[in-house]
């Protein structure tokens, strides 16, 4: 699939060389073509990829993924362009977090709305499906560095779109049962929320390298 | 020990219940002595249990447990007297869910702030730990319905504290290993913000009989 990968951070380009490992055609998308980022991973990522504005990068894809920040992705995907993600699944990785206060993060929305709730509300043609917000990079791509099950959300309006990223996440290594469908965009709040707690377990832990499993009777 | 249990719902009497079964004089707190619940309860409970007013429960306790509902909780704790609680553990079972704008709730307080931050400030001298919020009245008092591990969370300003609480969990039934500790009062922001997760959970699940385990590698 041509898939396009917004954001040049570390859950970008752990993503995107994920889905080259997959046999995808990648295209990287930057804020700007001289992102340090961009150029590192295109020098790492080798056949089959190509990087670019947002908009370079949207424009041929058939599914997009949004691993810019929180803060930043409405304007990244205004920049990617609304006619560029009309009809194509998005996959939405961003939280909201807000440093401007200091640590531990606040988040810049929250309660009765949610970053995934303005990207469907912003550019209502894309197909937003939530998923892989919970976890950091390295699990999101390799759950099975983790010991025994544990689970990934995912939610949205669009059920086909949700089928599609269900697929990509098995290729990721998840098991189908492990993703846990949490209804529609809405859904966001809640995954977007669990936030501080993971931040606080994280504090806890003293590692990023960790997931929660769902248990019941 | 001289327990209060604050609040009548099922929360408040599924611990005074498991409280008594386990040997403390139990004392439950009521906004009016009239209260269905209490009766109800001191019907039930038999032996060793008493109930009043809030002040009344919270006057000869040693430590006391907020279970009443989240948006009633600082009115419940100013009617229970500050100096009822002064220099006792205070063990804030509660969840800020507003339920006004309809279903799902939204919280009343978050983000930055938290209900049990706010019951800190409020009653500063009393010694609050945040605890048992993650999960339903069921789970609460019997961890082991569920099976393998799963985690309960506290956190609270006073160590000596959170020690006592830790050893009240582990009467409830949760291993010890199982109890993580997240800190400063501060981190209820995380416990309460995983709320709206739950709230999701339970719709994909079909039951609020459920928990979570963290998985580190």
Not at 38 to 51: D, F, H, K, N
Not at 95 to 118: I, K
Request: charged share 20%; aromatic share 6%.
């Amino acid at each position: 699939m041509r898939i396009a990968v917004l954001g040049t951070g570390v859950v970008g380009r752990t993503i995107a060389t994920k889905l080259v490992q997959l046999g995808h055609e990648v295209t990287m998308g930057s804020r700007s073509t001289d992102s340090e980022g961009l150029r590192e991973w295109l020098g790492e990522a080798g056949e089959g990829t190509s990087g670019g504005t947002f908009a370079d990068a949207a424009a041929d894809a058939e599914l997009v993924f949004n691993c810019t920040a929180g803060e930043a992705s409405l304007d990244a995907l205004a920049a990617a362009g609304e006619g560029n993600l009309a009809g194509k699944v998005l996959v939405d990785v961003a939280n909201p977090l807000d440093f401007s206060r200091g640590m531990p993060p606040t988040l810049a929305v929250c309660n009765d709305d949610s970053l995934g709730e303005r990207i469907q509300a912003a550019f209502p043609q894309a197909r937003v499906v939530k998923a892989l917000n919970t976890v950091n990079a390295q699990v999101m791509t390799d759950p099975g560095r983790l010991p025994g099950a544990h689970n990934v959300f995912v939610c949205g309006n669009d059920a086909e779109a949700k089928a599609s990223v269900r697929e990509l996440l098995q290729a990721f290594g998840w098991p189908r049962e492990s993703i846990v469908d949490l209804g529609e965009i809405g859904a966001a709040r809640g995954t977007e929320m669990y936030l501080p707690l993971w931040l606080r377990l994280m504090g806890a832990l003293g590692t990023a390298d960790f997931n929660i499993q769902v248990r019941v009777p």
